[in-house]
T-cell receptor, first 114, second 111 residues
Framework: GAVVSQHPSWVICKSGTSVKIECRSL??????MFWYRQFPKQSLMLMAT?????????EQGVEKDKFLINHASLTLSTLTVTSAHPEDSSFYIC??????????FGDGTRLSIL | TQLLEQSPQFLSIQEGENLTVYCNSS?????LQWYRQEPGEGPVLLVT?????EVKKLKRLTFQFGDARKDSSLHITAAQPGDTGLYLC???????????FGTGTRLKVLA
């Protein structure tokens, strides 16, 4: 069964709306969670590393004010796309790591901004 | 910036053929993983290799980690339509669990 749950799986909203995506580890404590973005027919691009109780570390070129990440507990991280525009439309995927052992991926969130 | 280049980018083959996908970098990785991803889903881990020169087999899939831990290959024997998907390598540097993904190889196996 899925060990990482991502919600919602699909969201369509109007330009200017803020959208929150949740990533939950279901049966382990995730000290670290990662957020990726994937454009159609392309690979995963790491956006940020989220550590529980501390500020996220963003990759070069990723706007931290645009993509707000909160990792308030050991089982939940959220990514909020603020004031979303059509160019933010993408497939967003999270993964969670227990610290030792492989990371587990969620099934992704398809975001479409009209 | 670490960069993982995969080749080929696209591959379309007939059922029963063999193929090899390459993952190359100028950086050294402490750990390298291979994933397969279906459209609209998250990637699924196939294997993790950590030792230079290591070879791992998973049924018809053979994975090799280069001696210098800068490159890796995935070989599929007697490909089947069910092998169709996006294959991704991902590498992590020493002391981190942060994986950077390769450029991807899209495989289509025709029946």
């Amino acid at each position: 069964g899925a060990v990482v749950s991502q919600h919602p799986s699909w969201v369509i909203c109007k330009s200017g709306t803020s959208v929150k995506i949740e990533c939950r580890s279901l049966d382990f404590q995730a000290t670290t969670m990662f957020w990726y973005r994937q454009f159609p027919k392309q690979s995963l691009m790491l956006m940020a590393t989220s550590n529980e109780g501390s500020k996220a570390t963003y990759e070069q070129g990723v706007e931290k004010d645009k993509f707000l990440i909160n990792h308030a507990s050991l089982t939940l991280s959220t990514l909020t796309v603020t004031s979303a525009h059509p160019e933010d439309s993408s497939f967003y995927i999270c993964s969670a790591s227990p610290g030792i052992g492989p990371q587990h991926f969620g099934d992704g969130t398809r975001l479409s901004i009209l | 910036t670490q960069l993982l280049e995969q080749s080929p980018q696209f591959l379309s083959i007939q059922e029963g053929e063999n193929l090899t996908v390459y993952c190359n970098s100028s950086s050294v990785f402490s750990s390298l993983q291979w994933y397969r991803q279906e459209p609209g889903e998250g990637p699924v881990l196939l294997v993790t290799v950590v030792t230079g020169g290591e070879v791992k087999k998973l049924k018809r899939l053979t994975f090799q980690f280069g001696d210098a831990r800068k490159d890796s290959s995935l070989h599929i024997t007697a490909a089947q339509p069910g092998d169709t998907g996006l294959y991704l390598c991902a590498g992590a540097s020493s002391g981190t669990y942060k994986y950077i993904f390769g450029t991807g190889t899209r495989l289509k196996v025709l029946a």
